[in-house]
């Protein structure tokens, strides 16, 4: 299984950025997909998951209202579209394959991508 996280970036506070995620090796349509991050010095936290549909979602409080977790099963992606910014957003953002969706408890990751919101 593989799992490449693109589209990360240095952006302003404020403003918007999408990642995706392109996965491989299993039956994407199949998985619940999640997103994560990782802060310096703090621990892998969870962002938002949606299921195999894509008709459910969820997402941390930190990030409700700001981003949007969608996928295209046709092309075996999952994104994250990040809205309003903020520095406390700066991260490496990771996507993952879910064996649950809620709470998301991944299994196969990505590499992450890094993600810098200045003030």
């Known amino acids: 299984v593989q799992l490449q996280a693109s589209g990360g970036g240095l952006v302003q506070a404020g403003d918007s950025l999408r990642l995706s995620c392109a996965v491989s090796?299993?039956?994407?349509?199949?998985?619940?997909m999640g997103w994560f991050r990782q802060a310096p010095g703090k621990e892998r936290e969870f962002v938002g998951s949606?299921?195999?549909?894509?008709?459910?979602?969820y997402y941390s409080d930190s990030v409700k209202g700001r981003f949007t977790i969608s996928r295209d099963n046709a092309k075996n992606t999952v994104s994250l579209q990040m809205n309003t910014l903020k520095p406390g957003d700066t991260a490496v953002y990771y996507c993952?394959?879910?064996?649950?969706?809620?709470?998301?408890?991944?299994?196969?990751w990505g590499q992450g991508t890094q993600v810098t919101v200045s003030s």
């Open positions: 993952a394959t879910l064996r649950s969706i809620n709470p998301a408890r991944a299994n196969f």
């Open positions: 949606i299921n195999w549909t894509g008709g459910i979602t």
């Open positions: 090796g299993l039956t994407f349509s199949n998985v619940g």
